[in-house]
T-cell receptor, first 119, second 107 residues
Framework: EVRLVQSGAEVKKAGESLTISCQAS????????ITWVRQMPGKGLEWVGR??????????SPSLQGHVTISVDRSITTAYLQWSSLKASDSAMYYC????FGTGWANYWGQGTLVTVSS | DIQMTQSPSTLSASVGDRVTITCRAS??????LAWYQQKPGEPPKVLIH???ELESGVPSRFSGSGSATEFTLTISSLQPDDFATYYC?????????FGPGTKVDIK
């Protein structure tokens, strides 16, 4: 069974750093891209970026490039989304998702990690 | 970046109704489009990919059509479980943008 299990909710202050995680199981981790999607409170879905776990090649949304970092640890089949300096506007639910092989759509999703940043 | 729009933004319908949601892309995306359903407090769930391919396990009352810049998601007979928000997403080129969503609520 394919599973993506995300880390728990976080409450941080602006300027702090944060890493949230997405542990994958039930499939070959390096064979499928992982995507991160943001959803601000009461708003729609926003594509953050995606990583190829086989070589860590990463593509970011231009609006978030330089502000977030996506990475993986293949030894523990886990993907990460990282901020070095949070902003209040980073407050949102963040989902990781696994793409279908070689495609741009995601068919398995994590449960989401709620990030709250106070100013 | 390719911009995605959806109409309507909100749709009020009754059980048994036929429902159609439209998604438009700012430039041709061929058939590189997916539709997702999201219920409150849950992650999105893919319904349709490649514009018209039904994802495994998704009821056949859902269907997708279109190509290039105009696409539709149709629910042939709305069921109680279908009241949710629906998003289109292109994956033609980066960034893979989503539409703003269409909320289907009870009339």
């Amino acid at each position: 069974e394919v599973r993506l299990v995300q880390s728990g909710a976080e409450v941080k202050k602006a300027g702090e750093s944060l890493t949230i995680s997405c542990q994958a199981s039930g499939y070959s981790f390096t064979s499928y891209w992982i995507t991160w999607v943001r959803q601000m409170p009461g708003k729609g879905l926003e594509w953050v970026g995606r990583i190829d776990p086989s070589d860590s090649y990463t593509v970011y949304s231009p609006s978030l490039q330089g502000h977030v970092t996506i990475s993986v640890d293949r030894s523990i089949t886990t993907a990460y989304l990282q901020w070095s300096s949070l902003k209040a506007s980073d407050s949102a639910m963040y989902y990781c998702a696994r793409h279908e092989f070689g495609t741009g759509w995601a068919n398995y999703w994590g449960q989401g990690t709620l990030v709250t940043v106070s100013s | 970046d390719i911009q995605m729009t959806q109409s309507p933004s909100t749709l009020s319908a009754s059980v048994g109704d036929r429902v159609t949601i439209t998604c438009r892309a700012s430039q041709s995306i061929n058939s590189w489009l997916a539709w997702y359903q999201q219920k409150p407090g849950e992650p999105p769930k893919v319904l349709i990919h490649t514009a018209s391919e039904l994802e495994s396990g998704v009821p056949s009352r859902f269907s997708g059509s279109g190509s290039a810049t105009e696409f539709t998601l149709t629910i042939s007979s709305l069921q109680p479980d279908d009241f949710a928000t629906y998003y289109c997403q292109h994956y033609h080129s980066y960034p893979y943008t989503f539409g703003p969503g269409t909320k289907v609520d009870i009339k």
